[in-house]
């Protein structure tokens, strides 16, 4: 009676502070019965309709059919998730091909695994300004330097002879800048600029697609040594998110909304991503070179990375591309 007693107490300490009974029998694991191997992966705050494929992928249960499951982190921006993947806290990293080639440019090594997102550089600001044009003397906002977003307004300024004054801040408080007439437009990804649409009447897409074909905007990279010792791991990533993009494909977009929204922690964002997806591709696995040549090379001219690798783009970038 005793012992009894004592497992009852036990069990019932465990139900209300959490604590597992047999952790062994708790462990998550895949559809094959094998344990679950944990990856971290790194995003951007307020990026979840960026990485469609890869949050779809974990919704439908793709990683755990690989044997993986994906451990979140989130980072303010590109750059400050690379730092956080140089110093080893991170297995793998989505982020902007602009920080990333950065890094590469100052020594960092990893490869490239896959293209996850195109175009992902909205600009939105107050109503009146309906063109790229019309921020000339204006004030941006900017979410850093070293981010694919801010290549782009180097971009712009240089083909289209602008000149507008940068802020750099976080994704989230540009709206709040508007109002407060500190920035006249920002240029953000997504869903974060629909976001900001959504919660100020006064915010429109000014554009909701960057002045470049198809710009390469985010990819998914790994540890080199991850790609020598778990290969397996790194596989099952590619393939679970190429069943992602493939299920963006074949579904109604009101259907992946909803599994965005609830990656968002909010249902009610459902309106809010089906607007943000028309600022990005999430199924194209390949990154697009012309864009990616005009990116770095902006790039180079903006003395962001040594002249040296802008003269060839391809082959710089070939060395860490592993599809």
Known sequence: MNTLRRVFCFALAAAVTGVALAPAYGQERSPGGKPLVEVSIGDQVGSEVDYASVWVAEYEGYFADEGIKLIRKTYGNGPEGMLHFANGEVDTL???????M????????FKILMSLTKNNAPL???KEITDWKQLEGKIVGSPGLGTVQDAILNYVEATQGLKFKRVFANVSDFAVMVDKGEIDAFISWEPAAATAIAKN???HYI???PPILNAQSLILIVNPNMVKNKPQIVAGLVNATLRGMQFIKKNPPEKVAEIIAKKMNDSSAKPIVLNAMGSVIVTEPRLDMSSTQIILKTMSDAGKIPASFGKDVPGWIAKYIDY
């Not at 989505?94 to 990333?100: K, N, R, S, T, V």
């Not at 950065?102 to 090594?109: H, I, K, S, T």
């Open 102 to 109: 950065l890094a590469a440019a100052r020594g960092q090594d």
């Open 124 to 126: 939105v600001g107050r």
């Open 201 to 203: 009447s006064k915010l």
């Open 94 to 100: 989505m982020a902007g091909l602009a920080p990333i």
């Open 207 to 209: 554009a909701k697609n």
